[in-house]
């Protein structure tokens, strides 16, 4: 949650005009599966982001952008691990699995582990 909010900026939270209450914030809507097999690449965010987009455009590239910044942020975590010689640890069970995978795919070995949420 925390991490998911981050990749979206709080004044879009709860700026529906639908009558919600309370307000859904616009980063769920990412959990659907229609956004799972969604095609997204670099160069059609990169050409979005030139544009005023409104609706679903604004909302695909919205969530072009968020896996951007995911990906940015996998590839740092990884880098700074090495550097450091230190473990990765995670609180979601997504970005633990997202980090196997890049580091089977890449050939990178790196200590991780995904820790249960207990507190927050």
Not at 33 to 39: K, L, Y
Request: with cysteine; hydrophobic share 30%.
């Amino acid at each position: 949650y925390r991490f998911q909010r981050g990749l979206f900026t709080d004044s879009k939270e709860g700026t529906s005009k639908l009558s919600e209450y309370p307000p859904k914030p616009e980063w769920l809507q990412f959990r659907d599966i229609e956004w799972a097999t969604r095609s997204i690449d670099v160069e059609t965010t990169q050409a979005m982001s030139r544009q005023r987009l409104h609706g679903t455009d604004a909302a695909h590239f919205d969530y072009g952008w968020a896996l951007i910044k995911t990906a940015a942020s996998l590839i740092y975590t990884i880098r700074l691990c090495q550097q450091l010689h230190a473990n990765a640890i995670t609180d979601s069970s997504a970005h633990f699995h997202l980090l196997s995978r890049t580091c089977k795919r890449k050939h990178i070995t790196l200590e991780h582990s995904c820790t249960k949420r207990e507190t927050y």
